[in-house]
């Protein structure tokens, strides 16, 4: 007959042990044993994780969350990670933006109060999955503003804008209109001497990392045929300050009383110099200069010429000759009388250039460039 003592018999869930009452004790401990094993057997195959020798554990995720970001992507680690094992947090691959803020890693959470990890930073998986946040820090902003730099009236425009390093400023123009005695407004300079930057109304600059002050550029109001800055003489103004310049001034006398417009040569070429217009002029003389190199010529002796301190002279275009004739001869300037042929800068074609009869005011016949050795008066425009 087969002895049961010593043995555990599981019957519907109970763990029976028999034997003697000697052999109790021992049998009971190898018993309990076998139980232990038995029931983590169950349940390690109940929650389906494996073990050394063949059972099972859990596994977690570690997911990323933007955290309102309004543009890119989160990262992805499809790691199944057990407890213990180290995770390596990535920085930000795939560019998450969020408008006003800068992206300056990640966090346990959403508010950021909790643990917070940058690239290449490391930690322990715990026994459950984590979500990471994005952490965001708000962008410093920084501010325009318009100074009247000594106005008698008016009021300076005001730019509500909250700027973040980078961004487009528009310069505004002068709304309040503001006045200054004696002097006409010329846009706005970043130093109040306007010796700095000088910006006009609709113009763009990035923002930088510091706020901005833009003082209004005055400068001396002049009338037609006043004195200039150079000592010569006023005789345009266009009434507003644009494109570097207002108003502009003749010389105070001739640069030469016979030249020609080239430098001599009857090798014909166009130079390029085509502007007409009033504010061509020194464009055209840049042009005439660059295909002519050095020499004896009208273009080139009004681009060296110095007077006092200023050196910006250019031959003017045939507009700005005509205003110039129109505005101070016969009496301003110390023309010749009874009038004279004066070169302009506007090129007609390959061998001739436009000049105007101050007699009369003829300007519709142009001349060659080569042989017509005619008067120059340099101007400059401020």
Same mark, same amino acid.
């Given at each position: 007959?087969?002895?049961?003592?010593?043995? *555990?018999?599981?019957?519907?869930?109970?763990?029976?042990?028999?034997?003697?009452?000697?052999?109790?004790?021992?049998?009971?401990?190898?018993?309990?044993?076998?139980?232990?094993?038995?029931?983590?057997? /169950?349940? #390690?195959?109940?929650?389906?994780?494996?073990?050394?020798?063949?059972? *099972?554990?859990?596994?977690?995720?570690?997911?990323?969350?933007?955290?309102?970001?309004?543009?890119?992507? =989160?990262?992805?680690? *499809?790691?199944?990670? #057990?407890?213990?094992?180290?995770?390596?947090?990535?920085?930000?691959?795939?560019?998450?933006?969020?408008?006003?803020?800068? /992206?300056?890693?990640?966090?346990?959470?959403?508010?950021?109060?909790?643990?917070?990890? #940058?690239?290449?930073?490391? &930690?322990?998986?715990?026994?459950?999955?984590?979500?990471?946040?994005?952490?965001?820090?708000?962008?410093?902003?920084?501010?325009?503003?318009?100074?009247?730099?000594?106005?008698?009236?008016?009021?300076?425009?005001?730019?509500? %804008?909250?700027?973040?390093?980078?961004?487009?400023?528009? =310069?505004?123009?002068?709304?309040?209109?503001?006045?200054?005695?004696?002097?006409?407004?010329?846009?706005?300079?970043?130093?109040?001497?306007?010796?700095?930057?000088?910006?006009?109304?609709?113009?763009?600059?990035?923002?930088?990392?510091?706020?901005?002050?833009?003082?209004?550029?005055?400068?001396?109001?002049?009338?037609?045929?006043?004195?200039?800055?150079?000592?010569?003489?006023?005789?345009?103004?266009?009434?507003?300050?644009?494109?570097?310049?207002?108003?502009?001034?003749?010389?105070?006398?001739?640069?030469?009383?016979?030249?020609?417009?080239?430098?001599?040569? /009857?090798?014909?070429?166009?130079?390029?110099?085509?502007?007409?217009?009033?504010?061509?002029?020194?464009?055209? %003389?840049?042009?005439?200069?660059?295909?002519?190199? #050095?020499?004896?010529?009208?273009?080139?002796?009004?681009?060296?010429?110095? =007077?006092?301190?200023?050196?910006?002279?250019?031959?003017?275009?045939?507009?700005?000759?005509?205003?110039?004739?129109?505005?101070?001869?016969?009496?301003?300037?110390?023309?010749?009388?009874?009038?004279? &042929?004066?070169?302009?800068?506007?090129?007609? *074609?390959?061998?001739?250039? &436009?000049?105007?009869? &101050?007699?009369?005011?003829?300007?519709?016949?142009?001349?060659?460039?080569? %042989?017509?050795?005619?008067? =120059?008066?340099?101007?400059?425009?401020?």
């Amino acid at each position: 007959m087969r002895s049961n003592l010593g043995r *555990s018999v599981l019957r519907r869930g109970k763990m029976t042990i028999l034997g003697s009452r000697k052999q109790g004790a021992a049998a009971a401990s190898i018993s309990m044993a076998v139980l232990l094993v038995t029931c983590l057997s /169950f349940l #390690t195959v109940a929650s389906g994780c494996t073990i050394a020798g063949g059972g *099972s554990i859990g596994t977690e995720a570690v997911t990323y969350d933007g955290n309102a970001a309004d543009g890119g992507s =989160v990262p992805t680690d *499809s790691t199944a990670y #057990t407890e213990g094992q180290t995770v390596t947090v990535p920085g930000n691959p795939g560019d998450l933006v969020k408008a006003g803020y800068s /992206f300056i890693g990640w966090n346990t959470q959403a508010d950021g109060a909790g643990t917070h990890y #940058t690239q290449g930073q490391t &930690f322990a998986m715990g026994p459950a999955d984590i979500t990471l946040y994005a952490k965001w820090t708000t962008n410093p902003t920084y501010a325009v503003a318009y100074d009247g730099n000594g106005n008698t009236g008016g009021s300076v425009p005001v730019d509500s %804008t909250a700027y973040t390093e980078g961004q487009t400023a528009t =310069v505004l123009g002068n709304t309040g209109i503001l006045v200054k005695t004696g002097y006409s407004f010329e846009g706005w300079d970043t130093q109040a001497d306007g010796n700095g930057t000088t910006c006009s109304p609709g113009q763009t600059f990035a923002m930088g990392a510091v706020s901005v002050t833009l003082y209004a550029k005055w400068m001396t109001a002049y009338a037609l045929r006043d004195i200039g800055p150079a000592g010569g003489w006023i005789f345009y103004d266009k009434e507003s300050y644009s494109g570097g310049w207002r108003y502009l001034e003749a010389a105070p006398s001739d640069q030469s009383a016979g030249i020609a417009w080239n430098d001599g040569s /009857f090798t014909w070429t166009t130079t390029g110099a085509t502007g007409t217009a009033t504010g061509t002029g020194q464009a055209n %003389t840049a042009a005439i200069v660059a295909s002519q190199g #050095t020499g004896s010529y009208a273009a080139q002796l009004c681009n060296d010429l110095t =007077v006092g301190s200023y050196s910006d002279w250019f031959l003017p275009s045939i507009d700005e000759l005509d205003q110039m004739r129109a505005n101070l001869y016969p009496s301003f300037g110390g023309f010749p009388q009874p009038g004279e &042929f004066y070169w302009s800068s506007s090129e007609d *074609s390959d061998s001739h250039a &436009f000049p105007e009869w &101050f007699y009369d005011g003829m300007r519709n016949v142009s001349y060659y460039k080569s %042989t017509s050795s005619i008067h =120059v008066r340099a101007v400059r425009a401020f």
